[in-house]
């Protein structure tokens, strides 16, 4: 049986999905072209943050013990601290979306089906935290990218979304 709302695995799949209507809300309307809108002087436009977003759920979706969607290095563009994303070297948006929506699918199936008590035990040696601390703490970082997203909407002349 599925895990309850009112289990650490429910907790995190309705967080996890919480962050999902968000951030598909916040693109809702976008063209391509209007996610590459930069913050002057200094910042990310909206195609680095929805990157972003899917580049760590590659390492969330280890966590959950699913397959990352991204290979090694193919996310690089979006990792963290890398370069201002170049407008030639941005993915479509509608890619972006489309592995968002697939990373979402991945994540409620490893939620699903780990274990409870997994989420007490660290993912693997040397790790920092317990598989669920860092779930929480990822889910955060998440949340406030999404939060970005609606910022970055705007810039782009678009009405409020949430």
């Known amino acids: 049986m599925a895990a309850g709302p009112t289990t650490s695995n429910g907790i995190l799949r309705f967080l996890y999905d919480f962050?999902?209507?968000?951030?598909?809300?916040?693109?809702?309307?976008?063209?391509?072209?209007?996610?590459?809108?930069?913050?002057?002087?200094k910042g990310n436009c909206a195609n680095w943050v929805l990157g972003h977003i899917v580049h760590n759920r590659s390492f969330i979706l280890t966590l959950v013990k699913q397959q990352p969607l991204w290979g090694e290095g193919e996310g690089d563009r979006y990792a963290r601290e890398s370069k201002p994303l170049e407008p030639g070297d941005a993915l479509p948006l509608t890619r972006l979306l489309a592995d968002l929506e697939e990373t979402q699918a991945r994540l409620r199936r490893g939620l699903e089906a780990l274990a409870p008590e997994e989420l007490d035990q660290k993912h693997e040696e040397g790790a920092s935290r317990p598989r669920g601390a860092q779930l929480h703490f990822l889910h955060f970082h998440e949340a406030y990218h999404a939060g970005q997203l609606g910022l970055l909407r705007r810039m782009a002349g678009k009405d409020g979304a949430i």
């Open 19 to 41: 962050n999902y209507v968000a951030i598909t809300r916040n693109c809702e309307g976008l063209v391509h072209n209007e996610t590459l809108v930069r913050p002057v002087p």
